[in-house]
C-alpha cells in the first residue's frame, strides 16, 4: 500500500474558529482522516515541535495554516512548516490579509500592551507586570514569545501556494481544496481556491439591486430594522458585496446580515477598503460638501469598516506615523 | 554649497483631460513659471482616479498627491466630478485616520481657463509638502520589515531566500 500523504495543521493569530471550520466537514472528515496521515494538529493531537523538526525536508504534503503572524514564535513555526512541506495553505481570512488581528495596525506595540495590561477596565494589574521575553524561576530559564510590531498575512512571510478565504473557508470549499490535493489535479500555484467574482453575482437579492444606488443614508444593523428580501446596499447598509470575493454562497446575506468582506477583494482589486469607497460610496445622492459629509457620518469607523479582514494586506498595509 | 540641500517633494497629479490638464497646458502655452515637482498623469476625468490610484501614488514614494477635475457642474461626462468629490471626501478622513497628514492629498477644481490657478495650487502645495517634510513610505515599510530579518533562531537560515510578498 502506498504512504498516505502526510498532513499539517497550524494556527497562528487567529480565533480557533479556523479549527472548527475543518471539523464542520462533518461524516466527510473521516474520509479524509483515512486518506492521509495526520503530522501535526495542536488543536486535536499531540504533537511537539521536535517532532515536526526530526521530519526531513518536503516531507509533509499540504500544512494548512489559519492565523496571523504576530509573535515570533509564529513567524518561526511558519517557516519551519514551510521548509518541511511541499505545499502550504494560506488557510482563512486571517492567514491571508491579517484579518481581525489585523486591525492592531492601527496602534504600536507599547499601545496594545499598555492596554491589555494595564489601563483596559476589566484589568486588575497594580504591580503593572507585562509578559517579559526571560524570566528565572525556581532555577529555571523561561521563555515566551515576543508580539512583532506589525501584524502580518502569511504570504508576507513565507511563501505561499493556494489561498483558501474566508471567516472561516465554508466546509465546501475546503473540501474541494481536499479533493483536489488529494487527487493531484493542482491548480496553478498562486490560485485562490474560491471563484474570482464579487459576492453579489451570486447574491439571493441580486435581482432587488437597482441599476443606480442613490443612497441618501448609510444604516448599521444594529440600530435599524433589515428587510429581509431587498438588497442591503439599496437599503443603506454598508454590505460589502460588491467588494468582495464570491464563494461563501452569500451565507450572512441569508442571515439577514450584510456581508463584511471577509473573503478579500477579486483579483483584479488590490485594495478592497478603497475599492468599496471607489464603487459603493460615488453613488451616495448630495453633490455638495456639506450634503456629502451629512451621508458619510453614517460610516463612522471607515477604515474598521472596510478593512475589516484586510488591514495587513491593504496598500498602506499600517498607519503609516507609527515606529 | 555647505548649505543642506532643500527637500524637494514628489507630487504626482492626476490632472483631468477636458480641464485640469487643459489649464496645464494653458499654463504652459503662457510660460507661466511654477515649481517643477508635479509628475503630471492624464486621465480622461477625475471620476477615473480611483482611490487605489491615490494609495499606490503614497505607497510608491510620492510625497503629495494632487487631484485635478472641472468645477462642478462642468464635467464632460455630466456628472463624473461629483463622484469625485464623494470618495475622496470618505478617503481624506481614511488617509488621516492612517497618519496621512492632512495637505499631502488635495482636491482642487481648475477649468481649462484657469492656467494661473495650475501654477498657484502647485506652488502652495509645494511648499505645504515641503513644510510637512518627506512621507517616504517605501523607506518606512523597509524599517517596519527589519523585525522579520531578525529571528534567526530555531529555524535554519537557508531556507526563505524570497523577499516577502507586499503586492
Not at chain 1, 37 to 57: G, H, Q, S, T, Y
Not at chain 1, 133 to 141: I, P
Not at chain 1, 195 to 217: G, Y
Request: hydrophobic share 35%; net charge positive.
Amino acid at each position: 500500500m502506498p504512504e498516505k500523504p502526510k498532513v499539517a495543521f497550524y494556527w497562528c493569530a487567529s480565533c480557533g474558529g479556523c479549527e472548527e471550520a475543518v471539523v464542520d466537514l462533518a461524516e466527510d472528515i473521516l474520509g479524509v482522516v483515512n486518506a492521509v496521515d495526520i503530522v501535526l494538529w495542536p488543536v486535536a493531537m499531540d504533537f511537539k515541535k521536535k517532532d515536526i523538526e526530526a521530519r526531513p525536508d518536503k516531507s509533509i504534503t499540504v500544512s494548512f495554516i489559519n492565523g496571523a503572524i504576530r509573535t515570533t514564535e509564529q513567524e518561526e513555526w511558519v517557516r519551519l512548516l514551510r521548509r518541511k512541506s511541499q505545499f502550504v495553505i494560506s488557510f482563512g481570512a486571517c492567514a491571508n490579509s491579517g484579518g481581525i488581528p489585523g486591525l492592531a495596525n492601527q496602534f504600536t506595540r507599547e499601545q496594545i500592551l499598555k492596554f491589555s495590561y494595564e489601563d483596559s477596565p476589566s484589568v486588575s494589574n497594580e504591580a503593572k507586570t507585562r509578559p517579559q521575553a526571560s524570566c528565572q524561576d525556581e532555577g529555571h530559564a523561561l521563555s515566551l514569545p515576543t508580539l512583532h510590531n506589525v501584524v502580518r498575512s502569511l504570504d508576507q512571510v513565507i511563501e505561499v501556494e493556494y489561498t483558501l478565504p474566508g471567516c472561516p473557508p465554508t466546509p465546501k470549499l475546503i473540501a474541494g481544496a481536499v479533493t483536489a490535493l488529494l487527487s493531484g489535479k493542482l491548480p496553478p500555484k498562486g490560485t485562490v481556491l474560491s471563484p474570482d467574482i464579487a459576492l453579489c453575482e451570486e447574491c439571493p437579492r441580486k435581482d432587488s439591486k437597482p441599476a443606480d444606488l442613490a443612497l441618501a443614508e448609510f444604516k448599521r444593523p444594529h440600530s435599524s430594522p433589515i428587510d429581509p428580501e431587498k438588497c442591503l446596499l439599496a437599503q443603506g447598509f454598508t454590505c460589502m458585496g460588491p467588494a468582495t470575493r464570491s464563494g461563501c454562497e452569500a451565507l450572512c446575506v441569508k442571515g439577514n446580515m450584510p456581508c463584511t468582506g471577509c473573503f478579500g477583494p477579486t483579483s483584479r482589486v488590490r485594495d478592497q477598503g478603497a475599492k468599496y469607497v471607489s464603487s459603493v460610496v460615488s453613488n451616495i445622492v448630495p453633490k455638495d460638501e456639506a450634503g456629502i459629509d451629512a451621508v458619510l457620518a453614517g460610516i463612522p469607523d471607515p477604515i474598521g469598516t472596510f478593512y475589516r479582514y484586510g488591514m495587513p494586506k491593504s496598500i498602506l498595509r499600517r498607519k503609516v506615523d507609527l515606529s | 554649497m555647505s548649505e543642506k540641500r532643500r527637500f524637494e517633494p514628489k507630487i504626482v497629479a492626476f490632472f483631468c483631460n477636458w480641464c485640469t490638464y487643459t489649464a496645464a497646458d494653458l499654463a504652459g502655452v503662457s510660460r507661466i513659471k511654477y515649481a517643477p515637482n508635479a509628475r503630471v498623469i492624464r486621465v480622461m476625468c477625475s471620476g477615473r482616479v480611483d482611490p487605489q490610484f491615490i494609495l499606490d501614488a503614497f505607497a510608491k514614494g510620492a510625497d503629495g498627491v494632487l487631484l485635478g477635475g472641472c468645477h462642478p457642474g462642468d464635467c464632460h461626462y455630466a456628472e463624473g466630478n461629483y463622484k469625485t468629490l464623494r470618495r475622496m471626501r470618505l478617503l481624506e478622513r481614511m488617509l488621516k485616520g492612517m497618519g496621512i497628514e492632512d495637505g499631502r492629498f488635495r482636491l482642487e477644481w481648475i477649468s481649462g481657463a484657469e492656467g494661473d490657478k495650475v501654477k498657484v495650487v502647485i506652488n502652495d502645495m509645494v511648499e505645504k509638502v515641503r513644510a510637512l517634510g518627506p512621507l517616504d513610505l517605501p523607506g518606512r515599510a523597509k524599517g517596519w520589515d527589519k523585525e522579520l530579518e531578525a529571528l534567526a533562531h530555531g529555524v535554519r537560515k537557508s531556507e526563505d531566500k524570497k523577499e516577502p510578498t507586499h503586492a
